[in-house]
């Protein structure tokens, strides 16, 4: 099975849903049972893939970066002069890919616990919940643009509906905002698509030219000549050079699902109409997509224009850090608080992959999956209040944790793993990003000192949302608005219990030993950084 | 692992191990079980004295790719890890009796064993990185303390103050920190070295001050030590006196070969600022721990001038001495407290920490007054006493530092000359105020408010440690420290050739100003006098309440967070208003443009197809009208269009 380890990953799901497809619709147990074991399948396999992965070595070149690899050809047209369209099932997964898949597995189980409570349209969620699983491994899988950009557009679509119908009162508005901004993202990313088509191939010694989806080619730069987007090329458009308008393109595409301020407003909306579940899987998985295209596309085919582009990357990310935090101090709404508090820790992850530095880039990776525990968990948290109370105002309650003491154990545990505590995993991606960012200027020379310095103040802003959250909620004298409320303030359920200790044990885990994480990764990270400056320079210099 | 990672492993993890298993056994077992850690790791870090007796244990280990991280512990780190346990253990034995009726005391010693490990780890880190992983843990373990009675809104708050005060400066001392590992590569406190004078150096400098000002409640960060206050007493003794707060001025202890003559500077003007400040601030306060919590920020900021001036081993030793009798002034306090809390528990309103309410307290709790009465004099600099050796080092150094420096550094010495004379003026005011005179409320002895083991055993220990000999042989000499040859190899501060003379008169001013002082307060607040305090108020004269109210330190920071919230509501409408309405915008516009291109389509493309198939419609009825399948007709269509074309031909 490890052979097709990544198929099995990517394709269980969508048999899943065919399955509970064919099941009556009121046999809600089963049909939850079905995506459960489905997605503990892939958790299993998630596991597999993280021990199997061979971190041991350095990787010469992007060809020989990646492990787990299946290709077959998929589409093969013949287009005369044209030369052969070809698009391949490829696959396979680096030290970059690999983390994100386990954590997508990961939180793709906790996400079908917490849907365990949708009551109506049972089947028609989980069939979408399943497509949206195998689409998002699929992404992260991909390596080639093509099945890449399929999957990217297949997430969509289950996620517009299950925010469209599942969702609250707004749903509508939010899941059509969230998608036609992101369709405009994915836009961007498809016209960039098509240049890197035409320009990336290979000649065989006929002279038949063929072109190529091959995300591992266009990372290797087998640019046929004289062709849009090959280094040094004369065609521009509006005074610019066609790569570094790809790249600004592929920069906004990614910049979206990230969110980047200011591409950042569909995010809260889309969360505080989002089911919990979604809201998990949305901030937990789905803005790493973002992330994980910056990585894999914009910089490692456009290295020389991520090498002059450094320093306003690094400031959009400083500037999303600070002003996502600051904005979030204004929130009412936890769960809109939340998710500014995405925006703010996901511009860390802009800013430690635009140094380009081995601390950079390894703390935005690392950044990554631990915001994926911590956001997920603390969306978990919200629903919990959500659940009780169908309301999420701070003002609304105080006192909680005289109430729910283990409750508060919890979100003490997680708004202050979010804030960086050192010993808690947000500590070591937020060091590390920091480390590479105010380095980078003695190391690469990308951008200077101060827009990390800058960045250092996230530590504070963080700090000051979640502690005047703590003391408003759960500190001070237990109260709630409505008094019928009280006989539903519960301490955490068994369901609780499960979804949240295994993200509080991973995130205590990761940052009391982020060696888990990062060994295996290392090797990846530094091939990454290397290649990416090395090739760069070359593109430069052509 | 070899045997001292484990041996060092074991003297971090106990506290924090038995903290867990105290709480995971529950309230009714809190008795047996609060100890179980405490004890063999005190004995476990005694051995440690002795085993990095020849050299230091350095243990090295990869945390992050590419930095290995490290623990040592040389001399200095094992006599301040014995010191921690030491004052944790007798707080754990204070806190058994303290808090006895508490219903979360388990949680109480998870927490405080939660906090003497982050540190321990603390003092026993050598890679900057570590030191600030265990600098925040220590910040995170003290807000969990402090805000211990979290039901009680006023406690959450000031934890909350606190920590984000704290949080402030440690943004200060990360950058600090990531410029000494990532740019100037000197990751390890072991392994420093003398750097030359640059722009970064300085930066990285003024980092690591900003950081130890704000651990160590320093100016313009001391606002957050009084706050501090709200945690239970015992904690007030353990973290606010004698370790957490020492943290700031041991991290300068270490990193000071990396600072600059600036940064040096810098530290002995804040420190001296400090002191003079926090102790002008104790003159008038009304709350028993009000007046000791300026007096800790007051003798930090000696601690502070001390590593500013150059005799940082003297610093070392204050921190030492302060350690012991402050810890003692926090835990007397904190017997008041508690035998006012058993007298009165009925009464809501009335407030045991209030000086105002007290008096003749030596009755009812004599030897509370006798370990008040040490340490107090210890404090108030008293030859005799171990405040009086460990001050005396960083005075005469002050000075001497002022003669080589320059006529504007006088001003700094003399700030901390001034502070010597007003320390005794408020040790001897509290002392007078609460012990002596007449009780200004109804006061009866009380059972069991000194038992023997758990408050008896910590009061006296900690007195008696307050008395010279216990620090060095020679009741008037500086460099007497019984520890200086174990901990700088002799190597300590001494006054340069030609300057014995200053030491002499730092000597003899210092007896004069300490004496002075105590008189002076007898004077004002001698028995006969003081029962009129009962109806003091709040100070009316502008310096009256910039002393009572700590330099408005409180407002300062409100007043700031007030600019923040705006920018933060600035930022939020911005994001409302602006950002997301362009988003809306283009939605909109869109949206019109879509009506519009439907509009064209219809009206414009569509209409011109139908225009097309009009015109088709038209010229087919014109036509018809030939079509009329008569002969004659065609024959005379004929001979127009043939005319027509011979006219076309003939032009």
Redesign the interface.
């Known amino acids: 099975m490890t052979n097709y380890l990544l198929s099995w990953l990517i394709f269980l799901p969508f048999g899943a849903a065919l399955v509970i497809g064919l099941i009556p619709d009121k046999q809600k147990f089963l049909i939850k049972s079905v995506a459960l074991a489905a997605t503990i399948c892939q958790l299993i396999m998630g596991g597999l893939l993280f021990v199997g992965f061979n971190g041991g070595v350095k990787p010469e070149s992007w060809a020989t970066a990646f492990q787990f690899v299946e290709h077959l050809d998929w589409i093969s047209l013949q287009l005369g002069d044209f030369g052969k369209l070809q698009v391949a099932y490829f696959v396979g997964v680096d030290g970059i890919s690999m983390p994100l898949i386990v954590l997508s597995a990961l939180l793709l189980v906790i996400g079908v616990i917490s849907s365990w409570t949708v009551q109506h349209k049972v089947k028609g969620y989980f069939i979408l919940y399943l497509i949206l699983s195998g689409s998002l491994i699929g992404c992260f899988a991909a390596l080639d643009f093509f099945l890449f950009y399929v999957f990217f557009e297949f997430m969509l679509l289950p996620m517009f509906f299950l925010i469209g119908i599942w969702g609250g009162p707004r749903r509508s508005y939010a899941s059509i905002?969230f998608f036609?901004?992101t369709l405009l993202g994915s836009l961007f990313i498809l016209i960039v698509m098509i240049g890197l088509y035409l320009s990336v191939g290979t000649v065989d010694q006929f002279g038949v030219q063929t072109n190529t989806f091959s995300l591992v080619d266009m990372m290797s730069g087998h640019y046929l000549s004289d062709t849009v987007l090959a280094p040094g090329s004369e065609y521009t458009m509006w005074g610019q050079s066609l790569r570094y308008l790809a790249f600004v393109f592929l920069l906004i595409g990614f910049a979206i699902k990230l969110p980047a301020?200011?591409f950042?407003?569909?995010l809260p909306d889309a969360h505080v109409e989002a089911p919990t579940a979604i809201s998990v899987l949305l901030a937990g998985v789905l803005l790493k997509v973002g992330g994980y295209g910056l990585f894999r596309i914009c910089y490692a085919i456009f290295p020389d224009i991520a090498i002059t582009m450094a320093e306003p990357i690094a400031i959009l990310g400083t500037v999303s850090i600070i002003?996502g935090g600051?904005?979030a101090?204004?929130?009412n709404d936890v769960k809109k608080l939340i998710a500014y508090s995405s925006v703010s820790h996901m511009g860390f992850v802009l800013l430690g992959l635009a140094a380009i530095t081995?601390?950079g880039v390894?703390g935005s990776l690392f950044q990554m999956v631990s915001h994926g525990f911590i956001s997920g968990a603390l969306f978990l948290i919200v629903g919990v209040v959500y659940d009780r109370t169908h309301d999420r105002q701070i003002e609304n309650l105080s006192?909680l944790?005289?109430k729910m003491p283990r409750y508060t154990f919890f979100v003490v545990l997680f708004f202050?793993a979010s804030l960086g505590?050192?010993?808690l995993s947000g500590?070591?991606g937020e060091?590390?990003v920091?480390?590479g960012a105010?380095?980078a200027?003695?190391?690469n020379g990308l951008f200077p000192?101060w827009i990390?310095?800058v960045a250092?103040?996230g530590?504070?802003i963080s700090?000051?949302y979640y502690?005047?959250t703590?003391?408003r909620m759960?500190?001070?004298?237990?109260w709630t608005r409505e008094a019928d409320w009280d006989a539903r303030m519960v301490d955490i359920t068994a369901r609780e219990w499960v979804m949240l200790l295994p993200l509080a044990i991973l995130v205590v885990l990761f940052g009391v030993f982020?060696?888990i994480m990062?060994?295996p990764i290392?090797n990846s990270?530094r091939f990454f950084v290397e290649s990416i400056l090395e090739q760069g320079q070359m593109y430069l210099s052509k | 692992m070899s045997n001292p990672a484990i041996h060092l492993t074991l003297v971090l993890l106990l506290p924090l191990a038995g903290g867990i298993l105290t709480y995971l056994s529950g309230q009714s077992m809190v008795r047996r079980t609060a100890l179980v850690g405490m004890v063999p790791g005190l004995i476990a870090a005694g051995m440690l004295l002795f085993m990095s007796n020849d050299s230091s244990i350095t243990i090295r280990f990869d945390w992050l790719p590419g930095h290995s991280l490290g623990w040592q512990v040389d001399h200095v780190s094992a006599v301040l890890i014995a010191l921690v346990y030491f004052i944790s253990f007798l707080v754990h034995l204070f806190s058994l009796h303290y808090l006895q009726h508490d219903p979360s005391i388990h949680r109480y010693f998870a927490k405080l064993g939660f906090f003497t490990t982050s540190m321990l780890g603390l003092l026993a880190a050598d890679h900057l990185l570590l030191v600030f992983v265990f600098w925040e843990l220590v910040g995170f373990s003290s807000y969990l303390l402090i805000g211990f009675w979290f039901s009680q809104e006023d406690k959450a708050k000031s934890a909350r103050e606190a920590f984000m005060v704290n949080r402030v400066a440690d943004a200060g001392l990360l950058i600090g920190v990531i410029l000494m590992v990532m740019v100037l590569d000197q990751p390890f406190l072991s392994e420093l070295s003398a750097v030359s004078s640059s722009p970064l150096v300085h930066l990285a400098g003024i980092g690591l001050l900003i950081g130890a000002l704000g651990k160590s409640a320093q100016f313009p960060f001391f606002g957050w030590l009084p706050k501090a206050m709200a945690g239970p007493t015992p904690v007030s003794a353990l973290i606010h006196a004698a370790t957490m707060v020492a943290a700031g001025v041991y991290l300068l202890f270490r990193v000071v070969p990396v600072l600059s003559p600036l940064v040096m500077g810098l530290a002995a003007i804040l420190g001296a600022v400090t002191a003079l400040m926090a102790a002008i601030a104790a003159l008038t306060q009304h709350d028993i721990k009000k007046v000791l919590a300026y007096s800790t920020i007051s003798q930090l900021g000696y601690m502070v001038l001390g590593v500013g001036v150059g005799a940082y081993q003297a610093s070392l030793f204050h921190l030492w001495t302060h350690a012991f009798f402050k810890a003692g002034l926090f835990m007397a306090a904190g017997a008041v407290i508690h035998y006012f809390h058993e007298l009165r528990h009925d009464d809501h309103e009335f407030d045991g920490q209030d000086m105002r309410n007290m008096g003749g307290l030596r009755k009812v709790l004599p030897v509370t007054h006798l370990v008040y009465l040490l340490c107090g004099l210890a404090l108030s600099g008293l030859p005799f006493f171990s405040g009086f050796l460990s001050k005396e080092g960083i005075l005469s150094g002050a000075w001497i530092w002022a003669s080589q420096t320059g006529l504007w550094a006088y001003v700094v010495t003399d700030m901390a000359f001034i502070t010597a004379f007003l320390t005794p003026l408020y040790v001897g005011r509290q002392i007078l105020l609460v012990f002596y005179g007449e009780p200004r409320t109804v006061v009866e002895r009380l059972q069991g408010m000194e038992p023997l083991w758990k408050v008896k055993l910590p009061l006296l220990l900690l007195a008696i440690a307050s008395v010279w000999v216990f620090s060095a042989i020679n009741p008037f000499n500086p460099t007497g420290w019984w520890l200086n040859a174990y901990l700088f190899s002799n190597d300590i501060f001494r006054a340069p050739e030609g300057f014995d003379y200053i030491e002499k008169l730092t000597f003899g001013l210092s007896v004069v100003l300490s004496a002075g002082g105590l008189l002076v307060s007898y004077w004002y607040f001698r028995p006969s006098r003081s029962q009129a305090y009962s109806n003091a108020g709040v100070p009316q004269t502008w310096y009256g309440r910039l002393s009572y109210r700590g330099w408005f330190m409180a407002e300062v920071y409100a007043a700031l967070a007030k600019v923040y919230d705006a920018l933060v509501m600035l930022s939020a409408w911005f994001d409302r208003k602006v950002i997301d309405k362009a988003v809306n915008a283009v939605g909109v516009a869109s949206v019109v443009l879509s009506k519009a291109a439907a509009i064209f389509d219809r009206e414009i493309i569509d209409g011109l197809v139908n225009l097309m198939a009009w015109l088709a419609n038209l010229v087919g009825r014109l036509f018809t009208g030939i079509q009329s399948g008569k002969v004659q007709h065609q024959l005379v269509w004929m001979m127009v269009v043939l005319l027509a074309i011979l006219l076309w031909f003939q032009f």
């Open positions: 905002k036609l901004y301020v200011p950042h407003t569909w002003y600051m904005v101090m204004a929130q081995a601390e390894a006192g944790a005289s202050f505590l050192p010993g500590f070591v060091v590390l920091l480390m105010i380095g200027e003695s190391i000192r990390g310095m250092v103040l530590i504070i700090a000051g502690l005047w703590l003391q759960f500190f001070g004298k237990y982020p060696s990062l060994d290392d990270v």
